[in-house]
Structure formats: structure tokens, C-alpha cells
């Protein structure tokens, strides 16, 4: 008997660690995985990303590191610089590590 309670106490705190990670990547794994097989996907990995950066934003949760870069260098490939130095702005300000090279993708692009 008291094996079969520190079997499911042991189940239960293993599930509880597996049930969330660290940050909300938002499905950006699949829509990667979708976006290099099917490269005609490229839109709507980027709507899908940004659509996701807006709720966390809009709910006070900060992005999973990288995941403005990643939102404005999309767009910066779309030609949209206003846009990519937004995005690297944020990512900045959300993650200040990522500053350095944040700041020097910006300059580059506000020349």
C-alpha cells in the first residue's frame, strides 16, 4: 500500500512539472516547423507570432526571450523596417541582455 501512495504522489509532482514551460512560446515550434517544410506559410507564421505578442502584451506576460526579435526580423525580411526596429525595440526594453545587439541591428537600420 505505501508503495502505490509514493507511486502516485511521485506521478503526480512529475505531471505537475510537465504540464507548463518556462515561457509561452505561443505554437512557434510547429508554425517553424510548418513555415521551412511549406515556405508559402510565411504569412501566417508572422500574423499567428504577432497575434500572440499582443495577448501576452495585452495581459502584462512577457514573450518567451527572442520571440520579438524573431517577430521583427520577419518583417524586416518583408521589408518592413519600421515595423522590425519596433519589434527589436520591445525586445530590448522585455529582455535588456538582448540590448547590445538589439541596439546595433536599430542603428543599422535607421541609417
Same mark, same amino acid.
Given at each position: 500500500? #505505501?508503495?502505490?501512495?509514493?507511486?502516485?504522489?511521485?506521478?503526480?509532482?512529475?505531471?505537475?512539472?510537465?504540464?507548463?514551460?518556462?515561457?509561452?512560446?505561443?505554437?512557434?515550434?510547429?508554425?517553424?516547423?510548418?513555415?521551412?517544410?511549406?515556405?508559402?506559410?510565411?504569412?501566417?507564421?508572422?500574423?499567428?507570432?504577432?497575434?500572440?505578442?499582443?495577448?501576452?502584451?495585452?495581459?502584462?506576460?512577457?514573450?518567451?526571450?527572442?520571440?520579438?526579435?524573431?517577430?521583427?526580423?520577419?518583417?524586416?525580411?518583408?521589408?518592413? #523596417?519600421?515595423?522590425?526596429?519596433?519589434?527589436? #525595440?520591445?525586445?530590448?526594453?522585455?529582455?535588456?541582455?538582448?540590448?547590445?545587439?538589439?541596439?546595433?541591428?536599430?542603428?543599422?537600420?535607421? #541609417?
Amino acid at each position: 500500500m #505505501r508503495n502505490y501512495i509514493l507511486l502516485a504522489l511521485s506521478l503526480v509532482a512529475l505531471s505537475g512539472c510537465a504540464s507548463k514551460g518556462l515561457y509561452d512560446w505561443g505554437g512557434y515550434e510547429d508554425s517553424l516547423f510548418d513555415y521551412y517544410h511549406q515556405p508559402e506559410t510565411k504569412l501566417d507564421l508572422i500574423e499567428d507570432l504577432v497575434e500572440h505578442v499582443e495577448y501576452l502584451m495585452e495581459y502584462d506576460e512577457k514573450p518567451a526571450p527572442g520571440l520579438l526579435a524573431e517577430v521583427g526580423t520577419f518583417y524586416l525580411l518583408e521589408g518592413d #523596417r519600421q515595423r522590425a526596429v519596433y519589434y527589436y #525595440r520591445l525586445e530590448a526594453q522585455e529582455w535588456p541582455d538582448s540590448q547590445p545587439m538589439m541596439a546595433k541591428l536599430i542603428k543599422n537600420l535607421e #541609417r
